[in-house]
């Protein structure tokens, strides 16, 4: 979870990404608070302009804070909305209550702890009194576009908090007035006071000592690789070089070399990267041009390559975005067949709801949305990248995405930008 804040009183969230596929929230506590949302708007069309906002990216940063949740939100023609979502916090008699409940049930608060949120912990808490997911009325919008009722903007915010609510459930337990670490003290208080019941008169449940216990600090970053690249020798000498040799050429030649090493390297130790397979010269000659180099090396680079300098920036654009594997999608159209456009073809017809989906032509690895500067292609390791038209080629807008809605998206997404 992206967050840049964290306090007793507030959490900011910074801006998620585009959503994936067709679906908000994959918990069923995030699928409840959207069905919160869906029996609380009068107008349902505002709940799908809500949802294809936030799917586009356009919901900034969300505050949450005790009672209140709030963004900014864009419109798709540019224009921004503050929008806010109030839900009622519990009172402090019921916080007792649910402190009493969850210090008698010490799995409870394991269970939050681990980021989940079982099913008898909300069954426990509404026996109790206390309903921490909000019902049929309790989302009530306040946005500065006017509108009454939920609006596209605070639809677009309560899918995004469904999002957050998927990977911490204590988001939602902040809403409703407590903190998560001053929540865990007050447990941790309790579980300590003397003359407190417990289920056996002797030993310590290994849940409950889990749950009140101090939480580890996070492990130290991995050492051994440096913050940056080493700089080369300098070539820069008296001694002037020797007949046929480009001093600049070797001396941008070396510093890529490091760059591609110190890349290399960090891969290793995240574990994250597999070998790549041999690049050839035409790739490698784009590998060197995303360096950036002098005017006069990146035309040798383009003449080397088989590229004009147009041509050369469109691949470097790629291989920023992906390296030899977003590089192969832009220059190469390969037919989509069998098996492979069975697959191609389920992924897009589940990706949109059916009143949401766009009309695509397809061609080759290539589906072009009808009467829209956007295309999808389809690389061969199953994922979808995204295009746009720039003064009439296809260039690729942004990174690979395994579901088509996502991709395109992020289009949709980065032409709005530009529009603002």
């Given at each position: 979870m992206n967050e840049y804040?964290?306090?007793?009183?507030?959490?900011?969230?910074?801006?998620?990404?585009?959503?994936?596929?067709?679906?908000?929230?994959?918990?069923?506590?995030?699928?409840?608070?959207?069905?919160?949302?869906?029996?609380?708007?009068?107008?349902?069309?505002?709940?799908?302009?809500?949802?294809?906002?936030?799917?586009?990216?356009?919901?900034?940063?969300?505050?949450?804070?005790?009672?209140?949740?709030?963004?900014v939100v864009q419109d798709r023609d540019g224009a921004a909305h503050r929008a806010d979502v109030l839900l009622a916090e519990l009172s402090d008699e019921q916080w007792d209550r649910f402190l009493d409940m969850a210090v008698e049930r010490a799995g409870h608060v394991a269970a939050l702890l681990d980021r989940d949120m079982p099913p008898h912990l909300v069954e426990d808490a509404a026996a109790a009194g206390i309903d921490l997911l909000p019902g049929m009325g309790e989302l009530e919008p306040e946005c500065d576009c006017g509108a009454w009722d939920h609006c596209g903007h605070t639809a677009a915010l309560c899918h995004q908090v469904a999002r957050l609510l998927d990977q911490d459930p204590f988001v939602l337990l902040l809403m409703r007035g407590r903190a998560e670490r001053p929540l865990l003290d007050a447990l941790q208080e309790r579980s300590a006071t003397p003359g407190t019941p417990t289920a056996?008169?002797?030993?310590?449940?290994?849940?409950?000592?889990?749950?009140?216990?101090?939480?580890?600090?996070?492990?130290?970053?991995?050492?051994?690789?440096?913050?940056?690249?080493?700089?080369?020798?300098?070539?820069?000498?008296?001694?002037?070089?020797?007949?046929?040799?480009?001093?600049?050429?070797?001396?941008?030649?070396?510093?890529?070399?490091?760059?591609?090493?110190?890349?290399?390297?960090?891969?290793?130790?995240?574990?994250?990267?597999?070998?790549?397979?041999?690049?050839?010269?035409?790739?490698?000659?784009?590998?060197?041009?995303?360096?950036?180099?002098?005017?006069?090396?990146?035309?040798?680079?383009?003449?080397?390559?088989?590229?004009?300098?147009?041509?050369?920036?469109?691949?470097?654009?790629?291989?920023?975005?992906?390296?030899?594997?977003?590089l192969a999608v832009c220059e190469e159209e390969w037919a989509v067949e069998g098996e492979t456009l069975a697959r191609a073809r389920a992924a897009l017809d589940s990706a949109w709801e059916e009143d949401e989906r766009p009309t695509l032509r397809a061609t080759a690895n290539r589906w072009t949305v009808v009467g829209a500067p956007s295309q999808l292609r389809l690389g061969r390791d199953g994922r979808w990248w995204p295009y746009r038209k720039e003064q009439g080629r296809w260039t690729p807008a942004g990174g690979a995405a395994q579901d088509p809605a996502t991709a395109l998206a992020s289009v949709e997404a980065s032409g709005t930008e530009e529009a603002v």
């Open positions: 804040t964290d306090t007793e009183t507030e959490r900011t969230f910074a801006a998620l990404p585009p959503a994936q596929g067709r679906g908000f929230a994959q918990t069923w506590w995030g699928r409840a608070w959207l069905k919160a949302l869906e029996d609380t708007a009068l107008d349902s069309v505002q709940v799908k302009a809500g949802r294809r906002l936030a799917r586009a990216g356009a919901v900034g940063a969300v505050s949450v804070r005790p009672g209140r949740i709030t963004a056996e008169p002797t030993g310590v449940d290994a849940a409950e000592a889990y749950a009140v216990g101090d939480i580890l600090p996070p492990l130290p970053a991995p050492a051994g690789l440096p913050e940056r690249p080493g700089v080369p020798p300098s070539l820069d000498t008296e001694a002037p070089p020797a007949p046929g040799i480009d001093a600049a050429a070797l001396e941008f030649l070396a510093a890529r070399t490091a760059a591609e090493a110190h890349r290399l390297l960090a891969d290793a130790l995240r574990a994250e990267a597999a070998p790549e397979t041999e690049l050839t010269m035409a790739q490698d000659a784009v590998r060197l041009a995303a360096g950036d180099p002098e005017a006069a090396v990146a035309v040798r680079l383009a003449d080397g390559s088989g590229r004009d300098r147009e041509q050369l920036s469109r691949a470097v654009r790629a291989w920023r975005l992906g390296g030899a594997a977003a």
